[in-house]
């Protein structure tokens, strides 16, 4: 699978940017994607993930109520809608894949497969 995240830029806070992540390759519909991001000098930190089938979705706590994650299997995408951002949410975002993950592997990356090149995200305060 070959990712490609997009929608990054510059956005105020109290702004929204949608986030997208493009799949190509093996049955996208097999996989679930996560977001994450990693702040200059820090580490990935989950965002949201949603399942294959898309029966479950799950957010850290900081972005509850902030973020939605969606996807579109027929087209290979899953959005990150961003809501509300806040200046600590600048960050590179990452989206990510593993097969069939169940909901207690979402929120650690080291269970993904694979990894898509990042999109800045910057929120002026």
């Known amino acids: 699978v070959q990712l490609q995240a997009s929608g990054g830029g510059l956005v105020q806070a109290g702004g929204s940017l949608r986030l997208s992540c493009a799949a190509s390759g093996r049955t996208f519909s097999n996989y679930a994607v996560g977001w994450f991001r990693q702040a200059l000098g820090k580490e990935h930190v989950f965002v949201a993930a949603?399942?294959?089938?898309?029966?479950?979705?799950r957010y850290a706590d900081s972005v509850k109520g902030r973020f939605t994650i969606s996807r579109d299997n027929a087209k290979n995408t899953v959005d990150l809608q961003m809501t509300s951002l806040r200046p600590d949410g600048s960050a590179v975002y990452y989206c990510?894949?593993?097969?069939?993950?169940?909901?207690?592997?979402?929120?650690?990356?080291?269970?993904?497969?694979?990894w898509g090149q990042g999109t800045l995200v910057t929120v002026s305060s």
């Open positions: 990510a894949a593993g097969i069939r993950l169940i909901w207690s592997s979402l929120i650690d990356g080291n269970n993904y497969n694979y």
């Open positions: 949603i399942k294959w089938n898309s029966a479950a979705t």
